[in-house]
């Protein structure tokens, strides 16, 4: 089932329908290039180009006797073509077609996660600019930090998925290749130009060297890059789950009129979209190291890797698309709460506030060794006594020896926090 997130174009690139038109596409354009040889009359071409068809169902009762889906999908063609179609195939062999029209296959699915990566990059950039200055506690290891903005974390994904697309362009490129070079790549039935029309003519680049397989790593890098975006999607899908955790609720995913989030407790409202998403990535991750396994071939040429690949590139770019949609409408819908950003900013107490207090310390005389130990010795008793950071450092004879009252103060203004978010907004959003 093809998931409802998922445009329905992606869905009909792998329908059967598609991938023996082709297929076909291949072997005519193939019967073109030997007829301009003069190996094929210009009659018989026009006869095939007009009655070359197949029936899906007649190809799979025809498999379940022959056991090989081109030889079947040949018949099927033959019999609408009539006499003529002994021209059909000529000195090709199965991985001519099959890996060359893959190629076109995997190539319409890049341009379609293209287009669906671009439309995330749209509303990451819209986010970054809405929530340029909203002020958000940074965490390292899941404790407060330092202030940030959650602008900040909406340029972060954006530029992730800059590298993304480029990758994605690149492995579009790398697998947009074809062949036509017969049994064991050698041109031992066919010449070589008739290699360099098909692709030609099919937008595709001519292989240079393959063993009648198309080598894998070619495939291994395009499912390694989805890998990778899959990797950053559930980046964004984990954060966006911790940010609604009760304790946090700092953002949530859109929760429809009517929706419901528990079966058994009614006020709960599940982060069940990113939750989605962090569960796919694992697939994908997992279809990557398929993909790996795929490049060492017996002699170089089998067909190990085939059954793998007509579960995993399918599945894999399906679910791309899906994800990226999904994950576009959960940040396009997502719910901000800065009020309670600045709540958990103060949940601390202004603790964060130490490096610049140690920092100041060590700028008036003071070691850092001594200013280090004083302002942790302060930060812990602020922490354990919940007491602000702030008064506690004013009531320190070794720090008013250093500070005086208008520099402590001065040193808790969060304005000093957000000073340089436009200097990487320039970086990002150039």
Known sequence: MIPRYSRPEMAKIWEPENKFQKWLDVEIAACEAWTQLGEIPKKSLATIKKRAKFSIKRIDTIEKKVKHDVIAFLTSVAENVGPDSRYIHKGLTSSDIGDTALAILMREAADVIMSDIQDLMKVLKANAMKYKSTLQMGRSHGIHAEPTTFGLTFALWYEEMKRNLARMETARDTISYGQLSGPVGTFTSLPMSIEKYVCKKLGLKVDPVVTQVIQRDRHAEYMNTLAL??????????????????????????FAKGQKGSSAMPHKRNPIGSENLSGLARIVRSNALAAMENIP??????????????????????????MLVRL???????????????????????????????????????????????????????????????????????????????????????????????????????
């Open 229 to 254: 975006i899959a990797g950053a999607i559930e980046k964004m899908a984990v954060e966006m789950r911790h940010l609604q955790r009760t304790e946090v609720l700092e953002a949530e995913e859109p």
């Open 297 to 322: 071939l017996w002699h170089e040429r089998d067909i190990s890797h085939s059954s793998v690949e007509r579960v995993i590139i399918p599945d894999s770019t399906i679910l791309i698309n899906y």
């Open 328 to 430: 576009t409408g959960i940040l396009k819908g997502i719910q901000v709460y800065p009020e309670r950003m600045k709540e958990n900013i103060e949940k601390s107490y202004g603790l964060f506030c130490s490096q610049r207090v140690m920092l100041k310390l060590t700028e008036n005389g003071l070691s850092r060794e001594d200013a280090y130990k004083v302002v942790q010795e302060r930060a812990m008793e602020s922490w354990k006594k919940k007491t602000p950071y702030k008064d506690l450092l004013k009531k320190d004879r070794v720090i008013t020896k250093y500070l005086s009252m208008k520099e402590i103060d001065k040193l808790f203004d969060m304005k000093f926090y957000t000073k340089n978010v436009g200097y990487i907004y320039k970086r990002v959003f150039k």
